[in-house]
């Protein structure tokens, strides 16, 4: 599905890859992965916040439940929030007619 989105077109993902690199520095910092870091960061918002990462393969489930051993503690994940927040990301979540259904 996400292969016709417009975030994940060739040219949005070339440019949002400045994100990835993001995650990927905190990572080696951290001795995690991005995937890793991006569902911490995630958990660190609210507590009743509860990613459901998909995958096809054993390795990266194990990976993703990985994440909830990862501290990042407030200042990392504030750092996270402004670098982030630095990035002009590109590429729409949805297409017009999906964004239309998602109420928001
Ligand atoms: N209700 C809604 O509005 C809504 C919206 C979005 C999603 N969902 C549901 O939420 C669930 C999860 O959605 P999703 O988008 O995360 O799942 P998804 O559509 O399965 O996509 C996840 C993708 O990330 C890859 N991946 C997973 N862990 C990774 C890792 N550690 N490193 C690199 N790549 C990784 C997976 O590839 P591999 O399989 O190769 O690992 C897969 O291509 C699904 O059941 C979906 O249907 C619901």
Not at 55 to 79: F, M, Q, S, W, Y
């Amino acid at each position: 599905m996400r292969r016709n989105l417009p975030r994940f077109q060739a040219d949005a993902l070339d440019a949002n890859q400045t994100l990835v690199e993001l995650l990927a520095e905190v990572a080696r910092e951290k001795d995690a992965t991005p995937a890793q870091i991006a569902l911490a960061w995630l958990l660190a918002q609210r507590s009743w916040i509860v990613p459901i990462p998909g995958t096809t393969k054993i390795h990266r489930l194990k990976e993703n439940i990985g994440a909830l051993d990862i501290d990042l503690g407030p200042e990392e994940v504030a750092r996270i929030t402004r670098a982030a927040d630095q990035i002009d990301i590109q590429g729409a979540r949805y297409p017009e007619a999906m964004e239309q259904m998602t109420g928001l």
